[in-house]
């Protein structure tokens, strides 16, 4: 067989639906070897936005994504998108062809040693040097990629190694096996818990990656703790949970910081620390800490874990509810299990919430205020529908203000937060949800760094949704600039004509004049099935201030 056809099994052996990516002369073999089978090839504008569409079909199926690109400037043009993925523990196999390999020890046409690239931002990296390494080297990127914690890695296929032959078959898919935290540090942890006096559950992204969301609702529900929750971790537990203080991570102004800083137990669960730095929370060393994963807490000064259940996310809170029963049938009188009441400050929080979520509904102020934004968006989205955040301020404003019910249908990058994310994502959203409304919001300025894979959207038929806060100027940075330096620099630019821009895709385009327009433009979007459309909305950024200080709780 030739070893690009026997590469091809072993993709279809790993149930490869999609591969995002760029045909190159070295991939060619490859590229043929494609035309003939089940596995949809997805033609892409840029090969960052593979990457990006690989990184979202991992998320929100929990199996890898894969990107394909050639070799030199094709494999450095997926390295944005393929760090992002690897920081948000997403599940993503890169494939980028290589030169020949008697040519890899000596200048040659666009070669480069692209592994040496790939291993600081993938779990692993590998190349096929001989046509019968294929089957073991596929299963093992595949597998590794899986496993937790998930996240990139990268195949390389030298172009002569593609034209060899061989007799080999993939290897066959083994189930990866749960396993259970220590039943003695099960116990010791739950006389931790019953001793507290104001627990808080902070809930991460391993929870929704590992299929954990049920159990972790039950837990809240069962114990009465309240909860919060990081940016990846949106929707583990429903916003209109009465346990729960939603999203944790946007400086001091922040409701859930608040919480934070007012308990003297955390208990982490699927919490990853490259989203939200512990010592933003834990300053003072003064809380105890409880870490629950698949995986032991990295090293953190400001992270010193008094417990650690290391195990499936399931299973360990499985057996944490088992032994609050127990403790409760041989105390009836216990009284921290479950937690009736709430604390107050914890009331009060989850009460302001609840007030700051419609306070603008009715504002008709023009530019538009950002919860305005995130408030007409939600009322036409069903509480199953998909938003993609892009990077940037308004990335702030929907994890602290857009309500979010179920896990994987508010898309948030915020481990390595790389700009750009939002198209192809809502691309490869749509392409695994077809009868849902997938939004992506995103800033002028990310909007337009992969502008191109709208025509992608166009092509593949696909009726995204794509909102553009408008502000002429990276807001974020400016925000930064002016809350450090009392002033900004070097953030503004221009814009095109957004509408004209969509119709030269065959896109629809919308250009919101008025507050009232806003919802109305959104509802004819909708209506849209074949096509994508691009709504610009000009926005209020002066609240901006509300996200770093407290002058907006009244």
Known sequence: MKASDLFVKCLENEHVEYIFGL????NADLMMSLGKSKIKFILTRHEQSAAFMADVYGRLTGKPGVCLATLGPGATNLT?????????????????????????????HQNMDVMAMFRPITKWSWSFRTSDSIPEITRKAFKIATEEKPG???????????????????????????????????????????????PLVLIGNGCIREDAVEAVR??????????????????TVSDDHDRHLQTV?????????????????????????VEYSPQSWNPELDKKIIHIDFTSAETDEYYPTDMELIGDIELTIDSLLRQLEIAKQKNPSLDCYPCHKIPEIFAEIRREIVKRITQFDTDLAYPIKPEKIIGDVRKVMSNDDVVISDVGVHKLWIAKMYQT?????????????????????????QMVHPD??????????????NVHEIETAVRLKLPIIIVVWCDAEYGLISLKQEDEFGKKVFTDFTNPDFVKLAESFNATGFFVN???????????????KDRPTIIAVPVDYSRNETLLNDKDRD
């Open 249 to 273: 991570g946007i400086r001091d102004a922040d409701y859930a910081q608040k919480a934070i800083k007012n308990t003297d137990m955390v208990i982490t669960i699927g919490y990853d620390l």
């Open 80 to 108: 944005t998108g393929i760090a992002n993925a690897n920081m948000d523990r997403s599940r993503v196999v890169a494939i980028t062809a290589q030169a020949q390999t008697n040519a890899l020890h000596k200048e040659s």
């Open 436 to 449: 849902k409304t997938v939004i992506a919001m995103c800033g002028d300025g990310s909007f337009l760094m």
């Open 218 to 235: 039950k837990f809240v529900t069962k114990s009465g703790i309240c909860s919060i929750n990081t940016f990846m971790g949106k929707g």
């Open 405 to 429: 019910y179920l896990p994987n249908t508010c898309i948030i990058p915020n481990g390595f937060a790389a700009m750009g994310f939002s198209i192809p994502g809502a691309i490869a959203a």
């Open 514 to 528: 008025s507050t009232e327009k806003l919802s109305e433009a959104l509802q004819k979007a909708k209506l849209h």
């Open 152 to 198: 990139a890695t990268h195949i390389e296929i030298p172009v002569d190694i593609m034209k060899q032959t061989s007799r080999k078959m993939p290897v066959p898919i083994q189930k990866l096996y749960r396993f259970h935290p220590s039943n003695q540090l099960v116990k010791q942890a739950i006389k931790m818990i019953l001793d507290a006096k104001k």
């Open 23 to 26: 045909p190159g002369e070295e």
